[in-house]
Structures are given as C-alpha cells and as structure tokens.
C-alpha cells in the first residue's frame, strides 16, 4: 500500500519561512522523481517543483524560482520543500506527488502517487 504524507504546513507572516515534509511508503523512493503542486482556492493546481531521481535535476515553477528549495533524502524516503520570503499569494494547500519523470510536471504529468496535502497560509 503507496502511502505519500504531506506535513509541515500552518500559518507563517509573510516574509517568513516555512519547510514542508513529504514522507513515502510502499514504493521504492528513489525510482521516482518527486514533485509539488499547491492549489490555492478558486485557482487551477500548479506544479511548482520538481526534482529527479537523484536530486540531481531540480525545476521551479517562475512564480516560486529563487524564493523556494525543493530536496530529498532518500535514505528516509522524504521530499523536503525550503519556502521562504513568503508572500499571501503563496497561501495554498501544498500537494507532493510521485512521478515517472520531471517532464510536464506542472501540468501534472506522469504522476504515479499523490498525497492528501497540507495547507499553508501567509498572512500580510
């Protein structure tokens, strides 16, 4: 049974930090490229990261490029997401998903697993 978990999310100011979790089960971790989604009410998802297998290749959507740091650990099977210099537009619920490559990802594409989210919430 694939489980995808995603934790970490609350209420932070804007201008503040926040670092998401997402922890996998019942897959082989890092035969998987490893993304994030959010979906703020009213609005289409929108892929915002995406990194490789490896950690190698890492991709990020404009509207988060240079603010937020997507890694992993694959030693405990975990997807990390470093926000910071967050801003009320970033207030969403944030997704993780497993996929078969990076390519079209935020469209979501080739997504395998996806988790139940976490909700993040910028106040100005």
């Known amino acids: 049974q694939v489980q995808v978990v995603e934790s970490g999310g609350g209420l932070v100011q804007a201008g503040g930090s926040l670092r998401l979790s997402c922890t996998a089960s019942?897959?082989?971790?890092?035969?998987?490229?490893m993304v994030w989604f959010r979906q703020a009410p009213g609005k289409e998802r929108e892929g915002i990261s995406c990194?490789?297998?490896?950690?190698?290749?890492?991709y990020y959507a404009d509207s988060v490029k240079g603010r937020f740091t997507v890694s992993r650990d694959n030693a405990k099977n975990t997807l990390y997401l470093q926000m910071n210099g967050l801003v009320p537009e970033d207030t969403a619920m944030y997704y993780c998903?497993?996929?078969?490559?990076?390519?079209?990802?935020?469209?979501?594409?080739?997504?395998?697993?996806w988790g139940q989210g976490t909700q993040v919430t910028v106040s100005s």
């Open positions: 019942g897959l082989t971790f890092d035969d998987y490229h």
């Open positions: 990194i490789s297998r490896t950690g190698r290749n890492t």
């Open positions: 998903a497993a996929a078969r490559t990076c390519i079209k990802y935020s469209s979501g594409g080739y997504i395998s697993y």
